[in-house]
């Protein structure tokens, strides 16, 4: 009792009184993801604009395209995922596209903006198996143009940077005759990104083929994100990344891997990467409490400090900006050896060592390395020409990425029963 007495006491003085212009003491990036998503619906005007008053230094922006070439904001090219749109008229536009999903999906590019525009977003619940729903406003908010979201981000003066998202980029070009990326270093242009002075630009892909294409075209900074969970990387793999890239997004998994929701060891994946100076963002830090690893003890904060001052990552990718800026600004960093128990970085192993053998989980197996296969695509094909047609066509398959089907674990209250007794024994 009395250690929980003081961890809790110390927490407290660590974030008590600070005001939004506290200093900030640590420079790790927050980046947004979806803009504020956990507290606004994801990629809205209201997310953008709550996650720029939270703090956020990089403010993401995932471009899809509308049948009709207008770039906009969504975080799925399938407007099923975060949009009413299979309730609606253009439900008869459902099918299936083997190169993008393997279900079905109703995609933005079968749908002008307007279409699109006049649909009501709706909310993302990346914990629903869990059974926990975000409360969030419903019809709140509206989808952005890329014009749009770059004239928001131009005169924000707390904004020191701006991440453009691009996905699907060889089956646009290939089989809906949309460059988008002609259209987005279009639009950065007019809205005078490639000028000296103006915010720093990230354009992230899954695909080394579009990152190339940006090299050859811009100078804006490249970051190949990692969508599958790695352990390592070998070096060859890492030499070619950085031959197209400056940074890399890799999961939480990638960095501390976790055996049912109990941390196991740290991977090399960090360390191998940063010594090849790319800087490392981590994805994605949310807020409920089953979102962490039972070794954070269901304390956002907790896992923030470990990620940051345990696994050295240079950016944290959140729906919940406000957390990790409060974070920076807390008044127990840079106290070195004299800093309180409460922001030491979590022993990763810790818990495991304390599971009875009969409550052991099963053991799994070590997540590979990336190795230069996953990584080298050929180059993307011209812009086809498309003749019109009234109807959706599934297109032949796109390039292979490095992407690989997620799954979200959950465990119920049950375990986080057995966890706690665990500790007592």
Not at 104 to 131: E, H, M, V, Y
Not at 364 to 393: G, M, R
Request: hydrophobic share 40%; with cysteine.
């Amino acid at each position: 009792m009395k250690a929980v007495t003081w961890c809790t006491i110390t927490a407290v003085s660590c974030f008590a009184h600070l005001g939004s212009n506290a200093m900030k003491k640590d420079k790790t990036l927050v980046i947004s993801k979806y803009g504020a998503s956990g507290d606004h619906l994801a990629c809205t005007n209201l997310a953008y604009n709550k996650a720029i008053s939270d703090g956020v230094d990089v403010l993401d922006c995932p471009v899809q395209m509308s049948k009709d070439g207008t770039p906009f904001f969504l975080n799925s090219i399938d407007l099923i995922e975060s949009t009413t749109v299979a309730q609606s008229s253009f439900s008869k536009f459902s099918m299936t596209i083997p190169e993008i999903k393997s279900s079905s999906g109703i995609f933005a590019f079968n749908l002008t903006w307007n279409d699109i525009n006049n649909l009501t977003p709706s909310i993302l619940n990346p914990f629903a198996k869990c059974r926990l729903f975000r409360n969030l406003p419903k019809n709140a908010g509206a989808l952005l143009t890329l014009s749009y979201f770059l004239s928001l981000t131009k005169n924000q003066t707390s904004l020191s940077d701006v991440a453009i998202i691009v996905e699907n980029a060889t089956y646009l070009v290939d089989k809906q005759g949309l460059s988008v990326i002609d259209v987005v270093i279009s639009a950065l242009s007019k809205a005078g990104y490639d000028k000296p002075g103006s915010q720093k630009v990230y354009i992230q892909s899954t695909n080394s083929s579009v990152l190339l294409k940006f090299k050859e075209k811009t100078s804006y900074e490249l970051v190949y994100k990692i969508d599958e969970t790695v352990g390592d990387a070998a070096n060859a793999t890492v030499e070619d990344i950085k031959s197209f890239a400056s940074s890399v997004v890799v999961n939480k998994d990638s960095v501390i891997p976790n055996n049912n929701q109990f941390l196991t060891t740290y991977t090399n994946i960090v360390p191998k990467l940063k010594i090849a100076n790319l800087l490392v963002f981590v994805e994605t830090f949310s807020s409920e409490f089953v979102s962490p690893a039972w070794d954070f003890f269901a304390d956002a904060t907790v896992e923030i400090n470990t990620y940051i001052e345990g696994a050295q990552i240079d950016g944290i990718i959140t729906n919940f900006p406000k957390i990790v800026d409060r974070y920076r600004r807390n008044k127990c960093l840079g106290l070195g050896d004299n800093k309180p128990t409460y922001m030491e970085p979590v022993q990763s192993g810790g818990i495991f060592g304390l599971i009875t053998k009969e409550l052991f989980p099963p053991v799994e197996a070590t997540f590979p390395p990336l190795i230069e296969s996953k990584v080298a695509e050929p180059p993307l094909p011209p812009v086809a020409k498309i003749a019109p047609t009234s109807s959706p066509n599934a297109g032949t398959k796109s390039p292979q990425g490095n992407s690989q089907p997620k799954v979200i674990v959950c465990f119920f209250l049950s375990t986080l029963a057995v966890f706690i007794a665990s500790l007592l024994l």
